[in-house]
């Protein structure tokens, strides 16, 4: 059976001016790439990488700010059997100093030959190999060049992982297991029809959802895509949901926080303005599913023409090239309340009539050809309800991060299977997401995930929303809860005791320190999810300023 690569389809794009991708321009206006433009722009810049000395194999640092230029520099690094890695642009405000690490990180681990990002960036940039400006690429000439052959073995790009709990990590996409992914998303979990599908997406390229999700799932059924710079998206929220107005867009992506901001921001006016009737899959990924967060959202945009039913929970992983699992299509969120109790002790019961409960959000079922299982800290696969670390195998799976031989015998076993680090549970097939290993709070013997405390939070007036981090202190006997909150300074005052009452209340669980700091405070990874293992030393060292 013959292996067909994105090159391969690249390539039937000849004589195709179909329209491939929509780009924003700063100015508002749009920007119509057609197949046929797109070919002749990857190749172009294969030829300017190729005449900066890469040969096949060499690797190639992208910065991935503006969509525009980046996407065809990545094809074109593909075409001309390079290896791709995306990285995160430097941030418009704070520091910069965070991305000088992240940029380091990428140059020790992956080792590329080359950096290219925007002109504008250049003077921003330090970096201890040769650097080039996309435009100097776009200005070379295609040579005309067969792209190399395709091997689904050969390792198409690395994807550093989110770092939210420990440092990035370089993941091996191989070409084979890029291409399982792409396609279960797009006929499995999306059933896409190209000539009445369009998608949109503001969510950054350096990130495996939007990678995979808005770039390479596309490209395997010819789905036309909009980008949106995420810069946009940061300025101004609206422009996620305005754009899928303007452009009919009917999939989009987000992940939990967006959904929240996106509610916060709607006015009856913004909504009226809106007609968002043909958006049939708006999916919700990256971080455990916040229900109050998307009833707010559907609830919001309803008057828009927003069926509760066209929002998918997903769950995945870069360590899985991106998606695992997808809820149904078309069908109502799987919503359950289940015992608190119960829960931190890893089970997952009905509540009974009046006792503390928990909401979890039901995720969907695992692709075909895959398998997902719950296992115990020896292992062992875990019955049905109990809650344990969640394990993958299948097509999609990566084998290795790259130039850490350490993490990748903790993460990838020999027999395919890959831990993911994440927390939950199945049930009848159905995957419920509880949080990750690494963040679990342990206090006084239970044991409760950082998002249902967080969550709480940020509903409060004057917190963040995103703006939250629950760790522990070390206590005499046990662990104590504290609470990093982000929030206005003329809030700072009565948040403590408006945290300890709802935690208490909801939670059944002390709060021994309740720490407001200004927005922007809590350290977050390239996609935006705080850095709790990170915030918690930062705490520990006394190196966060507290509001009041």
Same mark, same amino acid.
């Given at each position: ?18 329209? /491939? ?59 001309? #059997? ?5 990285? %995160? ?77 420990? *440092? ?6 191989? %070409? ?27 969510? +950054? ?74 958006? *049939? ?25 927003? *069926?509760?039913? /066209? ?82 195998? #299948? +097509? ?22 890959? *831990?993911?680090?994440?927390? #939950? ?66 809030? %700072? ?22 720490? +407001? ?32």
């Amino acid at each position: 059976m013959s292996f067909l690569w994105f090159t391969d389809i690249l390539q039937k794009y000849e004589e195709d001016d179909a329209p /491939a991708h929509e780009y924003l321009a700063p100015d508002g206006s749009w920007t119509t790439l057609t197949r046929r433009q797109l070919l002749t722009e990857t190749r172009t810049a294969a030829a300017a990488l190729t005449g900066a000395g890469l040969r096949p194999g060499d690797r190639v640092a992208l910065v991935a700010g503006d969509p525009r230029p980046f996407v065809p520099a990545f094809l074109g690094a593909l075409w001309a #059997g390079l290896v791709p890695v995306p990285i %995160a642009p430097p941030p418009l405000l704070g520091r910069g100093d965070a991305w000088a690490e992240l940029l380091d990180t990428v140059v020790t681990a992956a080792e590329p030959r080359l950096l290219c990002l925007d002109a504008a960036q250049r003077d921003q940039v330090r970096a201890p190999i040769p650097v080039t400006a996309y435009q100097e690429l776009a200005d070379a000439l295609p040579d005309g060049r067969d792209p190399l052959p395709a091997d689904p073995e050969r390792i198409a790009y690395l994807q550093f992982s989110s770092g939210s709990t420990a *440092r990035p990590r370089a993941v091996a996409a191989r %070409a084979g297991a890029v291409l399982a992914n792409a396609t279960a998303i797009v006929h499995q979990g999306l059933a896409v029809d190209p000539a009445a599908d369009r998608a949109l997406s503001w969510l +950054p390229l350096h990130h495996d959802m939007g990678l995979v999700g808005f770039l390479f799932a596309p490209l395997t059924v010819g789905l036309p895509v909009s980008y949106l710079p995420t810069n946009a998206f940061v300025r101004d929220p609206g422009s996620w949901l305005r754009a899928m107005s303007e452009r009919s867009a009917t999939i989009t992506f987000a992940p939990n926080f967006a959904f929240a901001l996106a509610a916060r921001r709607a006015t009856p006016e913004r909504v009226a303005a809106l007609d968002l009737s043909r958006v *049939r899959a708006v999916g919700c990924g990256g971080e455990p599913v916040n229900r109050e967060a998307l009833r707010r959202f559907t609830e919001a945009h309803a008057p828009a023409g927003l *069926r509760p039913e /066209a929002v998918l929970p997903c769950y995945g992983l870069a360590e899985s090239t991106l998606a695992v699992t997808f809820h149904p299509r078309g069908t109502p969120l799987t919503v359950r309340q289940v015992s608190t109790a119960a829960l931190d002790r890893g089970t997952a019961e009905p509540a009974a009539d009046g006792a503390p409960s928990t909401e979890v959000i039901g995720c969907g079922r695992v692709f075909r050809d895959h398998e997902l299982t719950v296992r115990d800290e020896d292992g062992r696969e875990l019955p049905d309800h109990a809650v344990g670390e969640l394990w993958v195998r #299948g +097509p999609s799976a990566a084998r290795e991060y790259v130039g850490d031989p350490e993490a990748t015998a903790r993460t990838f076993r020999p027999d395919g299977w890959v *831990r993911t680090g994440d927390r #939950g549970y199945l049930s009848g097939g159905e995957l419920f997401v509880t949080g990750r290993q690494k963040d679990l709070l342990i206090v006084r013997g239970h044991n409760t995930d950082p998002q249902r405390v967080e969550w709480l939070v940020e509903a409060l007036p004057g917190a963040r929303l995103g703006g939250v981090v629950a760790c522990t202190r070390p206590a005499e006997e046990t662990e104590e809860l504290v609470v990093v909150v982000e929030c206005r300074t003329s809030a %700072a005052a009565e948040l403590p005791d408006l945290v300890r009452a709802v935690v208490g209340e909801r939670l059944a669980m002390a709060v021994h320190d309740v720490v +407001p700091v200004r927005p922007g405070s809590i350290p977050r990874t390239t996609s935006g999810k705080p850095r709790r293992q990170e915030t918690r030393r930062r705490y520990l060292e006394g190196e966060l300023a507290r509001v009041c």
